[in-house]
Structures are given as structure tokens and as C-alpha cells.
């Protein structure tokens, strides 16, 4: 098993590895080319040349442009992108911008503007601020996108229709009834022939269905509109490929120079943004997929942004269509097994070779079957997903208006208006106070949701308006406090209380001193609600006020944590604890079990005692572990058992110290008869016997020795006590069934890292676990590497 070694010296241990001391450095490793990547990028090369071609009709560009681009995005942002996975392209989200700049400035000064854009995208990434083109909102992107998606339909449908798309979305729908009116019945066949292959393809029945599904349905659908066109002798306009020898290159911008720093910064914008977030994206594909692991890591976003505006400098100079990160194609990559960024590169290569030698096959293809295929993927830029996203988190206005501002007045202008109203909208929610004021039994209740300010404080004022002597309470469910409102609340109360009055301040800001301004800097106490069960001290330290701590954490538990879990909990109580798991630790207060294996209630059945001991059968009289073990394995029926040491154990510390003095009725030296810490604590003998054993060359970490006598008896004490777990006849019954599994594990409390025991008896190493990136939304089960199986047979999410 080879040594796991901490992340952030991986990388200094595989260069050591590589150029070992007073040693030549070894020759350049051959590219090795996997089969993954191999298949990948055959399925990812079907997908693009369709796609290319259409993107570059829709845009009014030279249909080789679209393959150019194709070519330049899998061959340079492929080796220079700091997305492995990520595969680039003509994009659908770039068309709009295209679109515009060909009918305002012609394609050569297009070209520059490419060129433009690559290199201030090159400029952006030096200055290394890719992760804050992520601070846009998610509604934003989504309604920039959607925008685009129904700019692409409107236009595709009168290609669809046998007709030309004019110059705007309110344009072509103006034109749309006289385009109906004069429809081509044989360029409607075609297109209505490849949407319904493409709708239909990938939902064939059967075994049938699943082997022909791997073959792309938008090459499909292409070639069934082709093929019927061609067999038919339908007369349509089709692809036109001219020479490469009359490919226009890009020439010097010519127009006015507001307007091209305008479509720079647009085309920068998109390109940028989609790429990004679409390497965020891909890493989420590759963390969740079953299969190989990508070999080259998560993404690099600066270098991802270098690697797109190296690959427009080269599209936009070659005569290419604008290059960013493409979702479709990025998805059939991670999905059909990719694991390096050989697949992406190949996939370019396919790309030339198809530009130079399928041009005659090409030419075949009608446009109303390209357009039908563009107008698809537009209509799935608005969806459904993002919609229901946008509306859980009350974003619909701002991807709204993001979404016609695009359609009704360009990328541009529509992204800024949708960055205003969602700045409109912060502002909102920062500043709205919902206060009411209700009387139950003689005490009146003054409830304040949301921030309190200066903006609040006249209701806050009329809401706290009641009789003299009365019992209020007020409870405070806001994040944010400022001055005047902190100032009116305490002169209330000050004022109130004197004229007899009882004033109780709760709610999520409640505490000793609940509204008291923020503390300066060097003073501000920087706890968070999951800091109780930290030993970070925050405030007074007198004994009173730590009971007052414990108490304001169970009220925080019934305010925010309690509905969360309620449901959960009422099911549990209904149906009994099933837990598959018994985990045995320690009683250190520093060891947080649910916190450690990510599970929630029902998940594990847990014994905890000092030293995470297990006596063997029939020694000592304090069988309350054996019992427990008992319960768990066969009542509960568990189906593993876990066994968690942890590094400064103080049960090992006192067996160093002590030694084989344990064995004997008294303590050492004092000729006292030996405390209930001291007879508990013989139990432990047998591990320190072990280690001191020289025949036995006894565990450790992975990668390096233990750190310490401590270390190393903490972790024979794992070893050991799981030999005494196989003496229990519940046990040992349950490991000849086969319905069992021991694992052991060690805890490094300093480093938060936990590590699986694996290997045979004299060859015990402690293995790290990986840390395992997953998507933001779900809440993970922890997999303790692959010897223990699952902690947590479901997830548990907040």
C-alpha cells in the first residue's frame, strides 16, 4: 500500500521522487495516451463538428470558422487550460455577441475583437482574479444564458422555416407571421425530421436503445436530416465549405472605438464567465462520477483563463469563431470516462482532420437541419432547473430582467441591468424589517425579523409602545444590528424598566448583553454557532458563565437546529435506532464523533470510555462494554465495528508513565490500593506490552514513523483492542458468518486528519483518508477509504 502523504507536500514529494539527489535528471516521460480518453474523445469529436457548424450559421460567420474554433479550443485551451476535463469551443452563449459584431463591423474586424478579447482575458489572468468573476449571481449567469438561448430560437426558427433571421429577437418575431405565411414545406420536413431524432435518440427502449444511445444524438439527427434530404432530392440550401485558400483571416478593427472597446469587454464578459464557471462545473462532474479519477487534479481557474485567451488570440487570428468553455461537450467528456486532457486535445486533432479531409461530405448537410439542432440547444439554455433555482431563492426579478435584457437590448446591456436589480435586491432584503406586536395573557410580544437599522427604527419605536409596567418580551431573529437601532432598543429598555417594567431580550441575537454594539477589531469576539464545542474561549471564563453557555446552547439547538431535525427525529423514534455501525472511541472531549464521520442521528451506535479500551471477556467487573457490544451486534445487528484511537490520548500518557505497575494491586510507590482511573485503566496493558514487544514491528502512519512514544502506543492500542473485540462470542460468532467487519482508526487531533488501519497481523499501517471534494448542495456520507465501506448509510443535511 503506498504511503499517504499530506496535500500540500504531495507535490514536493513527487518532485523529490522524480529527480532524486545527485542524480540525472530522468529523460521526459512519452505521452500515454489512455483508452478512456481515447473513446472520450471520438464521442466528444461527434458531438462538436454538428455543433460547430451550427453555431457558426447562426452567427452570419464562415461555417470553417465554427470548425477552426472547434480545433483551436481542443488543441490550446486543451494543453493550456487549467481545466483538464473542460472542453472548448464555439459556444451557443457566445452567439449573440458574434451575431452583433459581424452586422455592425464585418467578419475581419470580428476576428480582432477576438484577438482583443483573448489578450484581455491573458491581462486577467496574470492578475490571477478569475475566482471573482464567480462573485456574479448565479441568477445573473442563468438569465444571461437564457436570454441568449432565446435570442439563438427566435432567429433559428425561420431558417427552420425556409426563411433568413433578421438583425434582433424583436425583429425576427415582428417577421415571424409573414415568414409563416411563406414556409418552405421541404427545409420544415428536414428540420422537424432532426428535432425528432434528436428528442427521441436518447430514449430508445431497451438493451437496443442503451448500445445505440453512446452514439451522440445530435450527429444522428444531423445525418437522418441529411440522409433523407439526400435521398429525396430535396432542394435546400446546404453547407458551403469553400477553399481554405479564400479563408478569411483576422484584419485591423475598423469602426469607432467606443463601440469596439464595448464588444472587447462583451465578448471578455462571456467568454470568461461561461469558461469559469463551466470548470467549476466539470469538477463537480468529476467528483461525483463513478469511475477513474482524473488524473490531473481539480481546476486551475487563473490558468484556465490563460489557457482561453491564449486559444482566442489563436482562433480570432486563424479566422475563428470566439472560443469559451463548452457545457455539452465538457459533459459527454466527464461522462464518457475522460481522465486527462489527452481526450480534449485528440478531440481538436479529429476536428482538423475532419476540416481537411470531410469537406465533401460536409457539403451534404442542409442548414434547416443544423439550424433545428441550434435551435434545440437554445431552447435548453432556458431551464427548467435554473428557474426553480432562482425561484427557491426569490431571484426571479433579477434573472427576469437579466433574461430580456439580453433578448431586447444585448449581452451587455442586459447584464448590467441584471447586476442592478440584483443589487436592488440585496439592498432590499438588507434593509426590510418585518416587526409585529401581539398581547398573549397580559404579556406583550415584540417580534423583529430581518436586519435592524436605522431605516426601522420609527416601527420599532410604535411597536414598542405599550403601558407602563407591562411585561414585554422582544425577540430579535436578525444577523445585524446598527447604532440607532441599538441605541432606541436600550433607551427603551432603560426607560421602561423604570417606570416598573420587565423587558426579556431572546431570540438569535440574545445572550448576556444581547444588543451591544460591534466590539473593535482586536476585541471582536469571532465566535460561530458551532463553536460551544470548541475549547476556544470567547468571553468570560467565570464558572457562572459557562453554565449560562451551555444553557444559550441548548435554547440555540431549539431555535435553529431542533426544526431541522424534527421530522428526522420523529421518525426515528418511530420506527427504533437501526444504526449499521458501532463505533468505539475515546471520551476525549476533543473527539466529536458526528463530527468526524459526517453522520446524524440513527447513523452510528456509539461507546466512548477513557482510552477507547475493550476488556476481554471474563476480566475485570465492569462489563458495561461487553454489554454494549453485545446490544449492538446482536440485537441491533450492526455490520461493522470501528475502533478510534486518537493522538495525546491522557489513558496512554498514564500507561507510559506508570507502566507495568499496573499489573500489580497498588499504585507505584504509594502502596495504595489502586483508584477506579487505575483499575480501569489495566485493561490497557496487553497494548503496552505489544509495543514493547521487539519481535512485532509494530504500526504506523503511512509514509512515516510515529511521532512519539505516545503516538506509537495509541496506535498498538488500536490493534490490540480490536484482538479483544474477536475474544467476544457475539463477535467472533458474527465474523464466521460473515456479517461483520473491525476496522481501526486514529484520529490526529493537531492535523484534523483521520487515518484507516489496513494490512495483515506485524504489517498494521495507518493509511490517511483523501479528502474528497462534492457538490455544494449535498450534504456527504463519509467513505472512510476502501477498507471500511460506509459510516453513514444516508446522507444527513442541515
Known sequence: MPACVPAHTAKSARTERSHPPHSPPRRPRRLRLAGADLSASVAVFLIALPLSLGIALATGAPLRAGLVAAAVGGLVAGRLGGSPLQVS??????????????????????????????LAQLALGCLRVARGALAVSPAVVHGMLAGIGVTIAVAQ???????????????????????????????LAVSALT?????????????????????????????????????????LPRVDLPSWRSHALAGLPQGPVLGLVAAVLGTTLVCSVQSLLGAV???????????????????????????????????????????????VRSTANVRAGAVSRNST???????????????????????????ALVMAVGIQMVSPHHIRTVTRHQEVPVYAATALGVAALGVLQGVALGIAVAVAVALRRLTRTRITHEERKGVHHVHVRGQLTFLAVPRLSRALHVPPGAAVVVRLDGSFMDHAAYEALQDWQRTHTAQGGSVELTGRRAGVRIAEPAAPDGARCRCRPWTPWRNHQCGSTAPGDRGHRLAHGIRA????????????????????QRPSQLFLTCADSRLVTSMITSSGPGDLFVVRNVGNLVPPPGQGDDDSVAAAVEYAVDVLGVRSITVCGHSGCGAMQALLASGPDFASG??????????????????????????????????RPAGRPPADAVERLCLTNVVQQLEHLRAHDSVARALREGTLELHGMYFHV?????????????????????????????APSLTLGDTSGTLSEKTFQE
Open 345 to 371: 486535445m485528440l478531440h481538436g486533432v479529429l476536428v482538423v482532420i475532419a476540416a481537411l479531409l470531410m469537406v465533401p461530405v460536409l457539403e451534404f448537410v442542409p442548414l434547416a437541419s443544423l439550424a
Open 281 to 327: 462545473a466539470v469538477d463537480k462532474l468529476v467528483a461525483g462520477r463513478a469511475g477513474p479519477a482524473t488524473r490531473a487534479g481539480r481546476s486551475d481557474l487563473d490558468r484556465e483563463l490563460l489557457g482561453q485567451g491564449a486559444a482566442n488570440v489563436v482562433s480570432g487570428a486563424l479566422g475563428g469563431l470566439p472560443v469559451a468553455g463548452v457545457a
Open 195 to 235: 428535432l425528432a431524432v434528436l428528442l427521441t435518440w436518447p430514449r430508445l427502449p431497451g438493451r437496443a436503445g442503451r448500445l445505440l444511445g453512446r452514439v451522440p444524438a445530435a450527429l444522428v439527427a444531423v445525418a437522418a436530416g441529411t440522409a433523407v434530404a439526400s435521398l429525396t432530392g430535396l432542394v
Open 557 to 576: 439547538f431549539q431555535h435553529s437546529t431542533a426544526p431541522r431535525v424534527r421530522e428526522e427525529l420523529a421518525r426515528l423514534a418511530r420506527e427504533g
Open 750 to 778: 493537531g492535523e484534523a486528519e483521520a487515518y484507516l488501519l489496513t494490512g495483515a497481523d506485524g504489517e498494521e499501517t495507518f493509511t490517511r483518508v483523501e479528502a474528497t471534494e462534492t457538490p455544494q448542495a449535498t
Open 157 to 187: 426558427v425561420h431558417i427552420v422555416l425556409g426563411g433568413s433571421p433578421q438583425s434582433s429577437v424583436l425583429d425576427n418575431l415582428r417577421a415571424l407571421p409573414a415568414q409563416l405565411t411563406g414556409l418552405d414545406p421541404a427545409a
Open 89 to 118: 469551443g464555439p459556444a451557443a452563449g457566445l452567439t449573440v455577441v458574434t451575431a452583433d459584431l459581424i452586422q455592425r463591423y464585418g467578419w475581419r474586424t470580428t476576428c480582432a475583437v477576438t484577438v482583443l478579447a483573448g
Open 666 to 699: 497498588t499504585d507505584a510507590g504509594s502502596g495504595h490500593t489502586r483508584t477506579p482511573l487505575g483499575r480501569w485503566l489495566r485493561h490497557g496493558l496487553p497494548s503496552l506490552e505489544r509495543m514493547a514487544d521487539d519481535g512485532r514491528p509494530g504500526p
